[in-house]
């Protein structure tokens, strides 16, 4: 059996490590765009969305900018494939609260301690491959 595995750019790690540096000491969070081939989930962009959360140390997706970056994402050919947050000072894997409340199974959990990005569908860890640089 094959594992899944979510693909990711370089440029698109240095983007994410940058929302969440930016967002600090608050978690930052958005969605990932991109499409499913077999078990490859490939990673095409990465939404910074609004934290609505009132804790400095938990993330909750404004829901209305869901539904319109879904809505972006379908109109470009393309699906949510995932969700992704940051932890300012705890390592890259979901907490029992990101697990309960992370409305997408899969999850990118980028740590400023390291730093360092891991990818999640609930409990098991995906690998993940580095994409070839975008074509400028």
């Known amino acids: 059996m094959t594992v899944e595995a979510l693909e990711l750019s370089p440029e698109l790690r240095t983007a994410l490590l940058g929302h969440a540096?930016?967002?600090a000491p608050r978690e930052a969070c958005g969605l990932l765009i991109g499409r499913r081939e077999?078990?490859?989930?490939?990673?095409?962009?990465v939404l910074?969305?609004?934290n609505a959360?009132?804790?400095?140390?938990?993330?909750e997706i404004e829901p209305l900018d869901v539904l319109a970056a879904e809505r972006d994402a379908l109109?470009?050919?393309?699906?949510?494939?995932?969700?992704?947050?940051?932890?300012?000072?705890?390592?890259?894997?979901?907490?029992?609260?990101?697990l309960a409340h992370g409305g997408y199974s899969l999850q990118l959990v980028v740590s400023l301690v390291g730093p360092s990005l891991r990818a999640w569908r609930g409990i098991e860890e995906?690998?993940?491959?580095?994409?070839?640089?975008?074509a400028t």
């Open 21 to 23: 540096r930016a967002a």
């Open 53 to 59: 959360a009132l804790s400095l140390s938990a993330f």
């Open 48 to 50: 910074a969305l609004r």
């Open 126 to 134: 995906l690998p993940l491959v580095e994409a070839p640089p975008r």
């Open 38 to 45: 077999r078990k490859l989930t490939k990673v095409e962009r």
């Open 75 to 98: 109109a470009s050919g393309s699906t949510v494939v995932g969700a992704w947050h940051s932890h300012v000072d705890a390592p890259a894997s979901p907490s029992p609260r990101d």
